[in-house]
């Protein structure tokens, strides 16, 4: 039942997120019109390593904080990366039953907010105080009284939203000028930060590989990273669309009343893995993440000038 539900919820995030990312319709429609795959690699989300109180004690808005919904789902953590010079740790998890369900893997990292200049980290930490704690003091506990999967999935979709108050324009602005990152968390949470399409599995012969199909979104107008990050060798080559920009609330600093300003939400991976030797004559497709990769792709937020 929970590979069911995880597949369930991806799903649902999926449309969320699409919605919002056109650049993701975009290569849906690209590779479904050449008799293509739309598979997942995996999905990213993104956190902050602080702690809060809430009526139900202190709680770390960090990955602990989605982890253990995911962990609930039965995904286990199987790397970790650490980025010291952006202040943001990682770990990717995988489901045992992963490829059965053809689930994806996840991506979730958290920018470590006590690393931070004081002030920063105290209008970070003031922002994100005014959390609704909604996540179900056991997600177990909704798994074994609900039966409904779908019902299931909705209710734990409303995790992967942002839980704290609109954060303040200034607040956004001065975050922004130290961390992207944190800027970006602050206004958007626990949505999904990007989803990847999984080139191995387009099975399409218009498009075989990483390159072709990042030349071919080029062409068709959808704004693509400069460079493919990653070579053969090391078993995973990356690329992404820029970021797109929409519309988001913060709280305007003279009139205290919500206002909508311009600001990158999320761009769409693809990837491309490859075999990697394990052994002296055993090869097996590399599953895990390259941490420079990684490190290049966090920037794709970034706001433009």
């Given at each position: 039942?929970?590979?069911?539900?995880?597949?369930h919820?991806?799903k649902?995030?999926w449309q969320q997120?699409?919605?919002?990312v056109?650049?993701?319709?975009?290569?849906?429609q690209?590779?479904?019109a050449?008799?293509?795959?739309v598979a997942n690699?995996?999905?990213a989300?993104?956190?902050?390593?602080?702690?809060?109180?809430?009526p139900q004690g202190?709680?770390?808005?960090?990955?602990?904080?989605?982890?253990q919904?995911i962990?609930a789902?039965?995904?286990?953590?199987?790397g970790e990366?650490?980025f010291?010079?952006?202040?943001?740790?990682?770990r990717?998890?995988?489901?045992?039953?992963?490829?059965e369900?053809?689930?994806?893997k996840?991506?979730?990292?958290?920018?470590i907010?006590d690393?931070?200049?004081?002030?920063i980290?105290?209008?970070?930490?003031?922002t994100?105080?005014?959390i609704e704690?909604?996540?179900?003091?056991?997600?177990?506990s909704l798994?074994e009284k609900?039966?409904?999967t779908?019902?299931i999935?909705?209710?734990?979709?409303?995790i992967f939203?942002r839980?704290?108050?609109?954060?303040?324009?200034?607040?956004?602005?001065?975050?922004n000028?130290?961390t992207?990152?944190?800027?970006?968390?602050?206004?958007?949470?626990?949505?999904?930060?990007?989803?990847t399409?999984?080139v191995?599995a387009?099975n399409?012969a218009?498009?075989?590989?990483i390159?072709?199909?990042?030349?071919s979104l080029?062409?068709?107008g959808v704004?693509?990273?400069?460079?493919?990050?990653g070579?053969?060798?090391c078993g995973?080559?990356?690329t992404?669309t820029?970021a797109?920009?929409?519309?988001v609330?913060?709280?305007d600093?003279?009139?205290g009343l919500?206002?909508q300003?311009?600001?990158?939400?999320?761009?769409?991976e693809?990837?491309?893995?490859?075999?990697v030797e394990v052994?002296?004559?055993k090869?097996v497709?590399f599953?895990?993440?390259?941490g420079?990769?990684?490190q290049?792709?966090?920037?794709?937020?970034r706001?433009?000038?």
């Open positions: 039942m929970k590979p069911q539900i995880a597949l919820l991806w649902l995030l997120y699409s919605a919002r056109n650049h993701a319709r975009t290569y849906q690209m590779i479904t050449a008799g293509g795959n690699d995996h999905i989300f993104r956190s902050l390593r602080l702690l809060v109180d809430t202190k709680i770390n808005l960090g990955i602990g904080y989605l982890e919904t962990e789902l039965g995904y286990v953590a199987a990366y650490t010291a010079k952006t202040h943001l740790y990682a990717h998890y995988h489901h045992p039953q992963q490829e369900f053809n689930l994806p996840l991506f979730i990292s958290e920018l907010v690393e931070l200049p004081s002030n980290a105290q209008i970070i930490s003031q994100v105080s005014s704690y909604k996540l179900a003091s056991s997600v177990n798994l609900e039966q409904n779908e019902t999935a909705k209710q734990l979709q409303q939203t839980p704290w108050l609109p954060p303040w324009r200034s607040v956004v602005e001065e975050v000028q130290v992207q990152y944190g800027a970006w968390v602050l206004l958007h949470g626990y949505a999904v930060n990007h989803f399409g999984y191995n387009q399409t218009k498009y075989p590989d390159d072709s199909t990042a030349s080029a062409n068709l704004p693509m990273k400069a460079e493919i990050e070579n053969v060798a995973l080559r990356q992404a820029q797109v920009t929409e519309m609330t913060v709280l600093d003279k009139s919500e206002i300003i311009p600001w990158t939400y999320a761009y769409y693809i990837a491309q893995r490859y075999p052994e002296p004559g090869q497709l599953d895990a993440f390259l420079s990769n990684a290049q792709l966090f920037e794709m937020t706001l433009s000038k």
